[in-house]
């Protein structure tokens, strides 16, 4: 597990947190740590994240391949996860590691495709807000790709039904509108270690 400014991450399938590798402070933002993960076509895997106790709301964006999904909240201490993309008020569609399509197009910025980035931002809560709109979810034609992986959307399942509001939220005093931290996971299969 990744630790950095205040905050812990890693990527977890089947249960188990998958291996990171060249674990590092990015030099020239170094709110930023990085590190190479195996990736297994196939595989579902969630992100994971802990506030290791800053007493400072936060929340979080999630890029996959450069498409960025809505993460959730914590109020100064706990843990969460997000393991999937809404698809529905009540269905999610799940985050999985697929074969890389042999073409596709490059909608999308060569600069996010194999990688998972998680950012976290510190928050002041400014009352609410319509919850965010549901996204249209990329399919794999249409994403950038640089080996043999990508990231890929499983098939809809379930979940709980989505809140009609969200927190509004401004830029905490200790804080900016930029992240606090952001842990950058970029993933390979593992005959391309």
């Not at 905050?7 to 590092?24: D, N, Q, R, V």
């Not at 391949?65 to 269905?91: I, K």
């Not at 994403?143 to 039904?161: A, P």
């Amino acid at each position: 597990m990744l630790t950095h400014r205040g905050f812990s991450a890693c990527i977890i399938s089947e249960g188990k947190p998958i291996p990171e590798y060249l674990a590092a402070v990015v030099g020239e933002n170094p709110k930023t740590i990085s590190c190479w993960i195996p990736s297994e076509a196939g595989k579902t895997f969630t992100v994971y994240w802990r506030d290791e106790g800053t007493k400072m709301h936060s929340c979080a964006f999630i890029t996959l391949d450069g498409f960025v999904v809505p993460g959730r909240f914590l109020f100064g201490e706990g843990e969460t996860w997000r393991n999937g993309v809404r698809s529905g008020p009540h269905t999610e569609r799940p985050f999985m590691f697929a074969h890389k399509p042999s073409s596709g197009a490059s909608e999308q910025s060569m600069k996010d495709a194999g990688s998972i980035m998680l950012k976290i931002r510190l928050v002041t809560l400014d009352g609410s807000k319509a919850a965010n709109p549901l996204q249209n979810i990329p399919d794999l034609n249409s994403q950038s790709h640089l080996g043999d992986h990508c990231i890929g959307y499983g098939q809809e399942m379930n979940t709980y039904k989505q809140s009609p509001i969200t927190w509004k939220v401004k830029a905490s005093d200790q804080g900016s509108n930029r992240s606090h931290v952001t842990f950058l996971f970029r993933y390979r299969s593992p005959g391309e270690f």
